[in-house]
Structures are given as C-alpha cells and as structure tokens.
C-alpha cells in the first residue's frame, strides 16, 4: 500500500494499522511519522514486516529502500533504483553492520580531550559487534532529507539508534549507528559495512592507489580481506546494477603525523571474526601510523556518529566510481576564478634526506606530482624539522638553506609555487611557522658580541638570531610572518594563550594560528573545533589575527591518502607570482585575511558585511542592522552555515538551516541580521559529511 499525499494523522492510522500483525520479534512497536511531510516523490508503505520508502533519486529516477522491521532478519530486505521507471534490485538481505573498538583517552598528562600526544593502541582496547535490536521506527523529513530513526543500538557502555539519512535528488543515502556512552576517558574507533548471510555481490570494484580500476569475482568461500585504495570506495556489482560504500572524506580520518594508505575498505567472508557472513565496507587500522594514534574522543553524553554512505547505480562500477568521486572533485581543489590555492606544512624533507645525502634528485620528485594533481597552486614547506642544523655551524646551515632555496627554484612553475618555511620552534614558545616572501638566510644562534646582521659574497645578508628580541626583528626586517602551529595542541599546548601579551605576538608579524581538524570527534557537525574556538578568542582579544589552515603531514606520496588528511586556502590573487620575482602578493593577501579555507567540497566567496570583505574594518550602523552576502558552491548537500560574531567578550552564534539545499549546488545567499554591539564577524559553512570552510572576519568600529 502506498501513502501519498496525506495528511500526517492519515498516515500515523494507516502504520498503525498495518503494524498490527506483526509478530513478537517486533511486537507493539510504533513507526512514528510526526515529522515526516509528504513531498514530490517520496512515499512510504507497509506490508507485513516490510517498510519501505521510495524518494527522487535524480531526473526521472527513484531510489527505494524495503526495510524487514523483523529482528534476526536483514535489515536492508531489498535496496533498488529506477531505470526508466522500472525499479531494478542493486542488492538485496543486507545488514547494516559496525564494529566498534573503544581504548582510554589519556585527559591527565597534557591537554585533555585536545591531545594528539596519545597512543591509544598501546593500551588496554577491546572490539565490540555492535547489536541491533528492532524495536520502534521513526519517519521524520527536514528540507531535502528523509530520515529514518530506528531505536535499539547497543554496544558495551554504548546505547543508541540506527540513523538512515536519503538525500532528495541523488541515489545517496547515509546509514549511521549514533551511540553515547556516559564512560569518561573513552577513544573510539569504528569498522562499519553492509553484510548479508549469503552472497549479495557478484564482484567487486575499486580504484588501486594507482587510480587503475580493478574488479574481482568473488565467491561464497572467500575470507575477508582489507584492501588499499583510492577514493576510499569500495564498489559491490551485481546484474542490475552497483552500490559504492565510503566513509565522510575527512570525518573519517583522525590526525595522524603520516597520510600512510592504512587499507580503509574491506570485502569478504567473517570480517575480523566478528562480522557473520559476507559484505563489503570501511575500516581502520588501530595501529595507526604507529607513531602517535590518538582515534576519535568519545566524551561522555555526546552522540557519536559511526556512519557510512551509500551511492547507487543502474550502470557500472566505473561509472559509479565517477559519480562518487564528483563528490570530492577527484580528490582535487577545485579552481575558482580569481584565487589560487595554497597548502601549508609539509615536513616532507626533501632536502636533507635526498639532496644533501646524495641520492638521485629526480626531475620530478613524487610530492610535488601528488600536489599538483591535488590542484594545489601554493605550497609552503616546513623543512629541515629536527633533521637539519639550525643553529650552525654557519657553513652547514647556510648550505642547507641554499640548497632548500635552490630546489624550490627548480621545482616550481608556471603554475606552482614551491616555497621555502620552516617550523623553527625556538624564541617564542611552543611550535610555530616561519614565511618569508624570498630567500632569507639565518642562523638560529647568536653569540655573545656578533652583529645581528653581516653581509657576504655567496648568501647576501645572513642573519643571526639569539632571542625572541631578533626573532621579530628579523620579521621586520625581511616583511615575514609567523604564526603558532597546531595551537593548543601537541608541542603548542598552552599557546598562544602563553605568549598573548608579548610584543612579538601582538606585532602585526605574527599572523596567528593555523587550523586542521583535530582532534577528531565523530559528535560534531563540523570539523576543527579547537582552532575554531581559538579563532574567536583572538577576535575577542581585538588583534585582528588570521587562522590559516595547515596539513602538518611528513611523507607525501602518490600512494598515500593524501585527500582525506589535506585542507587548503584560497588565496585572492588574480595570477601567480613567479619564484625569481618573490611572492610577496601571497603574503599580503595572507597578512590582509583575503582568503577562505577549506576541506574542497564547500566553497565560499564573496562574503561580506554591508558590502565589506574580510580583513576589513567598517562602521556599523547606529542600529546594527547588517546585510550579509555569500556565495557558496559545494558538492555534498549542505547541512549549516553560521555567522559568528563576538562584543569582545562573549561569541554569539547565528544558525542558518542549509537542509533544503541537494547535492552539487552554487547559490548567493543574503542573511539580514542584527550585530549591535558586536566587534566582529565571521561565516562558516558545514555539509552533511562535515566537510566544510570558513572565512577570515570582518572587524567593526
């Protein structure tokens, strides 16, 4: 029986009825729809245990779930998609599936829920099969979504429900087991995938590290296997059509110091002993990086969002495979007119582990083949990180510096700009980022009686830096800039906040600080919280500071999955500097906040406060009526944008409602507002994957 075009009481009487006859295994439950709007498109029915809704998948398509509300029976009875107007079966008797490891977060020895210093493998860790009991269902809408909710998610010290999001106008839906615990200290990881008793492929499909398409057939006996690729998609084959399964693109990936290919997808038979039957799905490695692995936090009461997506095809897999990776642009940076991209900290030591140790110089070395297929225009090193010789002897140093300045030279082009930076972590306190708008050559000693600047034939001027003193004035000088790598984090925990009153820091040399997501935390709508908050105390301090976003990653490889941990900026610049002509331009866009920064698939320009950018400090009206623009282009439907603003003490926060926007979309918004009394503003714009970007702020006066 279908429901179309019914009031909500119509509705509530049909389930109602219709759920009468169900047997113990899901006896008495109610399927709610208090919340559900009937829309173009969308319909619900039931028939004995099988709920099933059909929504607009695309032009003249329709997707369909037929859920079984029966206990000890697959979730996901059938999972199809039109094809002129014929319904055809992508996949049938499916469960949704999760795994979920839980270890201690060390909150004690550094910084609380802020530690990325933590090793969460090393200690005592155990993996769950997170159970599924069905026991109520709810149908709600929200703008372009359809969400249904079922009840009876458990795993030890976690409870929750089952979330299946379907987004209107795409083949796309989100399948995500929302789980609290009220344990404190708790990391979490999760493995997650769609699984059935017997075999619900015919074969696979994914794109190797290589980006070569591969397809295996599978058969009954196969064991589960953990396979690296590309797009961090794995893609299920049958006659009538294919599924692709993969995780949010950044969400999904806590912060680790390398970007390592750690064999995110999975596929086979009896997955880690643990999941019965076969299936296909995401994964993570516990061991990490096996450096720092600090998985998600889990603090108590939040509700973390162990979730997947789902794309479906009528066609192939490479077709399907495409449309996922429209998602991501490729895994690549879009260009927008009138901006070039820029991507920071990078210790990729090039210099000190090929060049200086005599090892073939390609013409070409990979990382820089891996950022300009990543489309990144600007790249800003972080060399020589405790491998080199900052503080002499002069002549090692100075060579280790020319050599840098040469490379970078040679390797850039017409369209790509390798700079030279490093993070010096000396002077100031904690860990921060040096930018120079040339080649500068200094030494990071001074003794007692030397000059603080000499001059010689081969280097020009070579400065020596003794103090926090000739740290700022070599800034001054050479019209740099600094700001504090990973704040409140790692070896800046405690900064800036530590250096907040000091003259170097409120010198406008020193930028601010820069933004990547982490920790992660799979509760939030959005990622990098943490500098995020920083951001805003700076604003209320009244500095006019900038946040830029930083990668802080080691090996760069095309292997390796660069995508998922890199973020960049979008530098207002009209055209390319050239290495031998200097780049100051970046640095003053950088240092003027003309700029946006990003994960990739939100885009944000044009923002502005009556008809004012960022960076720029205007007048407010006398009654704090503002008008506020932005245009935004993005590729996973949108889930929020928010207007943040600050009176210099307290961060007001204005919530606009993106859930009416579909995938792939490009649209000026006007917000009109009311910021009296405020000292300034900036936006941010989240997806429903929790990609998303923020802008520089305006200041009023």
């Known amino acids: 029986m279908s429901v179309k075009k019914c009031d909500y009481l119509s509705i509530k009487s049909v389930l109602l009825i219709m759920l009468a006859g169900l047997n113990n295994s899901f006896a008495q439950s109610i399927i709610t729809t208090d919340k559900f709007n009937t829309k173009p498109g969308v319909t619900v029915s039931v028939a004995d245990t099988r709920f099933t809704i059909t929504w607009p998948a695309g032009k003249a398509v329709k997707g369909r779930l037929v859920l079984n509300l029966k206990n000890n029976e697959p979730l996901f009875s059938n999972i199809q998609l039109s094809k002129h107007g014929i319904f055809q079966s992508i996949i049938q008797n499916v469960d949704p599936q999760f795994i979920l490891t839980e270890g201690k977060r060390d909150l004690i020895s550094q910084n609380g829920w802020n530690i990325f210093f933590d090793k969460v493998p090393l200690k005592p860790h155990q993996s769950y099969k997170v159970d599924f009991h069905k026991k109520d269902i709810k149908v709600s809408s929200s703008g372009s979504r359809t969400l249904i909710t079922l009840s009876g998610v458990e795993a030890p010290g976690f409870k929750g429900e089952l979330?299946?999001?379907?987004?209107?106008?795409?083949?796309?839906?989100?399948?995500?087991?929302?789980?609290?615990?009220?344990?404190?200290?708790?990391?979490?990881?999760?493995?997650?995938?769609?699984?059935?008793?017997?075999?619900?492929?015919?074969?696979i499909s994914y794109a190797d590290v290589y980006d070569?398409?591969?397809?295996?057939?599978?058969?009954?006996?196969?064991?589960?296997?953990?396979?690296?690729?590309?797009?961090?998609?794995?893609?299920?084959?049958?006659?009538?059509?294919?599924?692709?399964?993969?995780?949010?693109?950044?969400?999904?990936?806590?912060?680790?110091?390398?970007?390592?290919?750690?064999?995110?997808?999975?596929?086979?038979?009896?997955?880690?002993?643990?999941?019965?039957?076969?299936?296909?799905?995401?994964?993570?490695?516990?061991?990490?990086?096996?450096?720092?692995?600090?998985?998600?936090?889990?603090?108590?009461?939040?509700?973390?969002?162990?979730?997947?997506?789902?794309?479906?095809?009528?066609?192939?897999?490479?077709?399907?495979?495409?449309?996922?990776?429209?998602?991501?642009?490729?895994?690549?940076?879009?260009?927008?007119?009138?901006?070039?991209?820029?991507?920071?900290?990078?210790?990729?030591?090039?210099?000190?582990?090929v060049v200086l140790k005599g090892k073939p110089v390609p013409d070409s070395p990979s990382f820089v083949k891996v950022f300009k297929k990543l489309g990144v225009n600007i790249v800003h090193l972080a060399e020589f990180h405790y491998t080199a010789h900052p503080k002499g002897p002069d002549e090692q140093r100075l060579l280790e510096l020319k050599t840098l300045f040469e490379q970078c030279s040679?390797?850039?082009?017409?369209?790509?700009?390798?700079?030279?930076?490093?993070?010096?972590?000396?002077?100031?306190?904690?860990?921060?980022?040096?930018?120079?708008?040339?080649?500068?050559?200094?030494?990071?000693?001074?003794?007692?009686?030397?000059?603080?600047?000499?001059?010689?034939?081969?280097?020009?001027?070579?400065?020596?830096?003794?103090?926090?003193?000739?740290?700022?004035?070599?800034?001054?000088?050479?019209?740099?800039?600094?700001?504090?790598?990973?704040?409140?984090?790692?070896?800046?925990?405690g900064f800036p906040d530590a250096y907040r009153n000091e003259e170097f820091y409120l010198s406008d040399r020193f930028l601010g600080a820069a933004w990547k997501a982490m920790p992660a935390d799979l509760s939030q709508p959005r990622l990098g919280k943490r500098v995020l908050d920083l951001m805003d105390d700076m604003?209320?301090?009244?500095?006019?500071?900038?946040?830029?976003?930083?990668?802080?990653?080691?090996?760069?490889?095309?292997?390796?999955?660069?995508?998922?941990?890199?973020?960049?900026?979008?530098?207002?610049?009209?055209?390319?500097?050239?290495?031998?002509?200097?780049?100051?331009?970046?640095l003053n866009v950088i240092q003027q906040g003309k700029f946006f920064s990003t994960t990739g698939e939100v885009l944000i320009n044009d923002f502005t406060v009556n008809g004012h950018s960022t960076g720029e400090t205007i007048a407010l009206p006398f009654?704090?009526?503002?008008?506020?623009?932005?245009?935004?282009?993005?590729?996973?439907?949108?889930?929020?944008?928010?207007?943040?603003?600050?009176?210099?003490?307290?961060?007001?926060?204005?919530?606009?409602?993106?859930?009416?926007?579909?995938?792939?979309?490009?649209?000026?918004?006007?917000?009109?507002?009311?910021?009296?009394?405020?000292k300034w503003a900036r936006l941010e714009v989240w997806d429903v994957a929790a990609n998303g970007a923020y802008t520089q702020t305006v200041w009023f006066k």
């Open 163 to 203: 979330q299946i999001t379907l987004y209107d106008g795409q083949p796309l839906f989100n399948v995500a087991a929302v789980i609290s615990t009220q344990i404190d200290s708790t990391a979490i990881l999760y493995d997650a995938g769609l699984v059935g008793k017997q075999k619900p492929v015919e074969n």
């Open 212 to 353: 070569h398409l591969q397809t295996a057939k599978i058969s009954q006996a196969d064991t589960a296997q953990n396979i690296a690729v590309k797009y961090r998609t794995i893609t299920g084959i049958n006659d009538q059509g294919s599924i692709a399964v993969f995780p949010a693109p950044h969400q999904y990936f806590y912060p680790l110091d390398e970007a390592f290919n750690l064999k995110f997808v999975w596929c086979g038979n009896n997955y880690r002993q643990m999941l019965n039957g076969y299936g296909l799905g995401i994964r993570q490695e516990l061991n990490g990086d096996k450096r720092y692995v600090p998985w998600f936090n889990a603090p108590p009461g939040t509700k973390q969002r162990l979730n997947f997506f789902c794309l479906l095809s009528t066609d192939g897999a490479a077709v399907l495979l495409n449309n996922v990776k429209r998602f991501t642009h490729n895994d690549s940076y879009k260009p927008l007119p009138g901006y070039k991209t820029m991507a920071s900290h990078f210790h990729n030591e090039f210099i000190m582990n």
């Open 539 to 586: 604003n209320n301090w009244g500095l006019k500071k900038k946040v830029l976003s930083e990668a802080d990653l080691f090996s760069i490889e095309p292997e390796n999955e660069m995508y998922a941990h890199m973020n960049v900026n979008y530098l207002k610049l009209d055209k390319q500097p050239k290495f031998k002509d200097g780049w100051q331009s970046v």
């Open 410 to 493: 040679r390797l850039s082009s017409s369209n790509f700009l390798l700079l030279p930076g490093e993070e010096p972590n000396e002077f100031f306190g904690g860990h921060w980022l040096e930018f120079f708008p040339r080649p500068v050559y200094w030494v990071m000693s001074r003794k007692a009686g030397s000059p603080f600047v000499s001059t010689d034939a081969e280097h020009g001027k070579v400065y020596h830096i003794g103090d926090k003193n000739d740290m700022l004035a070599l800034l001054k000088a050479e019209n740099g800039l600094a700001w504090t790598a990973h704040a409140r984090t790692k070896g800046s925990t």
């Open 623 to 678: 009654n704090g009526q503002c008008n506020i623009t932005f245009k935004a282009d993005w590729t996973f439907p949108l889930n929020f944008a928010e207007i943040i603003s600050g009176d210099g003490k307290q961060v007001y926060r204005k919530h606009i409602n993106l859930d009416a926007t579909g995938a792939f979309g490009t649209q000026i918004f006007t917000v009109n507002t009311n910021l009296k009394g405020r």
